[in-house]
């Protein structure tokens, strides 16, 4: 008789994989860097990969997971700029590591806060008024931060120290990544993810799944603002306007690239979208149109059973050469 | 002791009143059935008593304790569960994360737990995956345990749906049409499974069911619904051959 066993809850091969692909990647970097292979152009196209990976992987826990629409991340990016930067500004005598550490964590509580104050009343509403108001909630931040003087207003916020390096971008990339991947397997994760398989079941399930919903809204914000923190110490000066709209969907554009709900994916897809530009700078006026297309193309797409059968195939090959396949018992 | 106690139940639709005065009292470890043509309200009845839908009127109670105005996730973790007449599962999660899902309330430990991945975060782990498959036993789905939800052939999702259900550690089980969609052999299966289940968790069950056959299997006893109305209720026998019951499913 064939008894049945279970995988186990976590596997530790695939743990080690990862952290030893964690380290080599940084290691290549780092040599690549003191080689002067990589230069200060490169370094900065690696930061805002880094940047924008914190931010797709923290947006692909509503968007992706929790399967809510929320077209207003670049919003809670801004705060997280923004109190970052006030902070190290104001407190420039703490010495270093420290500072820069407690100004991303005010940035992201900041941004959680703000993440809360918004969420707490959207997400108790069935439908899609999330995506409604993030949306106002992206505008209306922008047209706040344009307004304070104090903070440089349209001018731009500036002489922030640029204390970001790869290493310390690095570092929270990680730390997001695995903070996402270990919630997500996880009781809270599976709730979360029921309810984007079926709010009714998961209800029934014994789900709060408003407490769900702002639980994982306000934990993409929260990394949000810690990416904004990582721009802002990175660039020096920021400016409300890079926060807008256009840099909302640019996130939310790599989530669904990436396919919802898929950390390696959305990992990918961010490398692409960011790096490609930049090797087609000639193209780089149309962008936005490319951004544009490609959605449209994933929406349109996606569900085409020759796609599925397509990836279906590729999910095959990938399984085959998995070197984890589990061997089956006789 | 009654589990549940409905009274006086009714709910408007707009202009529609889709139940009316209904009344049930469902003690420990009974079987009801719950019948009626299409469109009856018999649905309607298990939204109420789930929290779906807010009733108009009535009252509801669950061991004795009224619970009127609760939440859906409330009035499954105070011990209703239920499955759907279309199934509702979470399609592209494992068989086992359905299970899991539905085990939230029972297995707690926090978010750091998690994130940590603490000693507390394995040992309910294990202990849920030793419970989920234990659950998914009686149906004999351990096989299917790692496969996505929506893999399964129909009978079966049927099935996990109801293990999902049992996951909660319910007082009483609200089925709605368990048997749809079964062929005869998969449904003389089922009536057993659903005694067994009943003998084995010492729980209440509700039915929806036109399956007569499993009806009459099954139920101690049953009510039968009409445009929203208690047509009649009882014993099986005697309510099966009330003259108004048969010419409700059979027209005048
Ligand atoms: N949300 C709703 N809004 C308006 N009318 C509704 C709603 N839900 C149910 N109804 C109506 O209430 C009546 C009872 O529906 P219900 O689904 O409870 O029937 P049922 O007895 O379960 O039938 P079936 O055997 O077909 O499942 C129907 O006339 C239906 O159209
Ligand atoms: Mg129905």
């Given at each position: 008789m064939k008894k049945f066993k279970l995988k186990k809850i976590d596997n530790k091969k695939k743990t080690f994989l990862y952290i030893f692909m964690i380290v080599v990647i940084y290691a290549i970097v780092m040599a690549l860097t003191s080689a002067g292979i990589i230069n200060r152009y490169y370094n900065g196209i690696l930061i805002t990969v880094c940047i924008n990976l914190i931010l797709v992987v923290s947006l692909n826990l509503t968007t992706g997971y929790l399967g809510q629409l929320t077209l207003g991340h670049a919003g809670f990016m801004a705060i997280g700029a923004y109190a970052a930067a006030y902070f190290s500004k104001t407190f420039m005598t703490i010495p270093q590591p420290f500072s820069f550490i407690i100004a991303l964590l005010i940035g992201g509580v900041m941004a959680m806060i703000a993440g809360l104050i918004i969420g707490v009343p959207a997400l108790r509403l069935k439908g899609d008024y999330l995506a409604i108001i993030t949306l106002g909630f992206g505008e209306v931040i922008k047209t706040i931060l344009l307004s304070m003087a104090i903070i440089g207003g349209a001018k731009g916020y500036i002489g922030i120290p640029r204390v970001t390096t790869f290493t310390s971008a690095y570092v929270f990339v990680i730390i997001t990544i695995v903070f996402v991947c270990l919630l997500i397997k996880s009781r809270h994760g599976r709730a979360i993810i029921s309810i984007s398989e079926d709010e009714i079941a998961s209800e029934a399930s014994g789900i709060n799944i408003v407490k769900y919903k702002i639980m994982a809204f306000a934990f993409a914000a929260f990394f949000a603002g810690i990416a904004g923190g990582i721009y802002a110490h990175y660039m020096g000066i920021i400016e409300?306007?890079?926060?807008g709209f256009n840099k909302s969907i640019e996130i939310l554009v790599m989530v669904v690239l990436g396919g919802m709900g898929s950390i390696n994916g959305a990992v990918i897809a961010t490398i692409a979208i960011t790096i490609l530009p930049e090797m087609l700078r000639s193209l780089s006026q149309y962008r936005t149109l490319m951004y544009a297309v490609t959605l449209i193309g994933v929406m349109l797409y996606k569900y085409d059973p020759r796609v599925q059968v397509l990836m279906c195939k590729a999910k095959m090959f990938c399984a085959k050469i998995n070197p984890f396949k589990r061997k089956e018992a006789k | 002791m009654n589990v549940l106690k409905i009274s006086n139940l009714g709910i408007n639709f707009g202009g529609l009143r889709a139940v009316d005065n209904f009344n049930l009292e469902i003690n420990e470890g009974e079987l009801v059935g719950l019948i009626g043509p299409n469109g009856a309200g018999k649905t309607t009845v298990f939204n109420m008593l789930t929290g779906v839908y807010a009733p108009t009127d009535g009252t509801l109670q669950l061991g004795g304790v009224k619970y009127n105005g609760k939440t859906t996730y409330q009035i499954a973790n105070m011990g209703i569960a239920r499955t759907f007449q279309n199934i509702r599962l979470f399609k592209n999660c494992t068989v086992l994360d359905n299970v899991k899902v539905a085990m939230h309330d029972t297995y707690r430990y926090s978010v750091i737990d998690a994130v940590f991945r603490l000693p507390k975060y394995y040992r309910l782990e294990k202990q849920m995956n030793e419970k989920a498959i234990e659950l998914l036993k009686i149906f004999s789905l351990e096989d299917y345990a790692e496969s996505k939800a929506s893999s399964l052939p129909y009978g079966k999702q049927r099935e996990l749906e109801i293990v999902r259900a049992l996951a909660t550690n319910p007082k009483l089980l609200l089925l709605d049409e368990p048997a749809a969609g079964m062929n005869p052999n998969e449904t003389k299966e089922l009536m057993n499974t659903i005694k067994k289940v009943r003998d084995e968790f010492k729980i209440a069950i509700l039915l929806i069911e036109h399956d007569m056959k499993l009806v009459k299997g099954i139920c101690e006893k049953i009510t039968v619904l009409n445009y929203g109305c208690v047509l009649a209720e009882g014993d099986v026998e005697t309510v099966l051959s009330n003259k108004s019951v048969i010419s409700a499913y059979l027209g005048d």
């Open positions: 409300p306007k890079t926060f | -």
